[in-house]
């Protein structure tokens, strides 16, 4: 399977608290996208991060590629009860074939 | 801006019945998405259209399922006969133009049409 595979599937912690999640992949990207989505929004985009880039920031989101170990990880820092989600990475491969992961599922209890 | 517009937003069908869903992409973007996403599940991708061609639908399983663009704007997607599995959020999504290379533009997701086959 292309798809990348999120790890912990589930994630609790209190409010304030930094959240980390990470994806691993097993063929080289062109870049690696996460998601977000609970059931107020749907599925929405967070951040995407190219294949020769290493980090990325955007607000409390902060995003890491190391395509050596091929995985990537999105961290949430000062999370907040309105974080709860699943979390998915999407791994976009030079043939333009997007896979999703499974998904970590978080929870923000305040 | 004008979201992905997905109808029906639920259905509830008998298997071996048909159903079909609907998508109007955000306006100017060429690039349409069917997904199926089963509960605890990520998104998979069925097919991918580039305005009205098909740019990749390996994972769509064609003795049932059928999706169309016929004009690159609206599209729809077709289950006859519909089984049991098929019970799962269809999703949409549209991104802009792919550009002489692989997709590096995110795409917007429509709301989901629930599909429960009884």
């Known amino acids: 399977s292309q798809q990348g595979e999120e790890d912990p599937q589930a994630l609790s912690i209190q409010e304030g608290e930094n959240a980390t999640m990470n994806c691993s992949y097993k063929?080289?990207?062109?870049?690696l996208q996460w998601y977000r989505q609970n059931s107020g929004r749907g599925l929405v985009h967070l951040i995407l991060?190219?294949?020769?880039?290493r980090e990325k920031h955007s607000g409390r989101l902060r995003v890491t590629l190391d395509t050596s170990k091929k995985s990537s990880s999105l961290l949430i820092t000062a999370s907040r009860a309105a974080d709860t989600a699943s979390y998915f990475c999407?791994?976009?491969?030079?043939?333009?074939?997007?896979?999703f992961g499974a998904g970590t599922r978080l929870t923000v209890k305040p | 801006e004008a979201g992905v517009a997905q109808s029906p937003r639920y259905k509830i069908i008998e298997k071996r019945q048909s159903v079909a869903f609907w998508c109007n992409p955000i306006?100017?973007?060429?690039?349409l998405y069917w997904y199926q996403q089963i509960l605890g599940q990520g998104p998979k991708l069925l097919i991918q259209?580039?305005?009205?061609?098909?740019?990749?639908d390996s994972q769509l399983p064609k003795d049932r399922f059928s999706a169309e663009r016929l004009k690159g704007v609206d599209s729809t997607l077709k289950i006859q006969p519909a089984k049991l599995e098929d019970s799962a959020v269809y999703l949409c999504?549209?991104?802009?133009?792919?550009?002489?290379?692989?997709?590096?533009?995110?795409?917007?997701f429509g709301p989901g049409t629930r599909l429960t086959v009884t």
């Open positions: 259209f580039q305005n009205n061609g098909v740019v990749d």
């Open positions: 999504a549209s991104s802009l133009a792919w550009q002489g290379g692989a997709s590096s533009y995110e795409q917007y």
């Open positions: 306006s100017g973007h060429a690039t």
């Open positions: 991060i190219r294949s020769n880039e």
């Open positions: 999407a791994t976009v491969y030079n043939n333009n074939d997007m896979r």
């Open positions: 063929t080289s990207i062109n870049n």
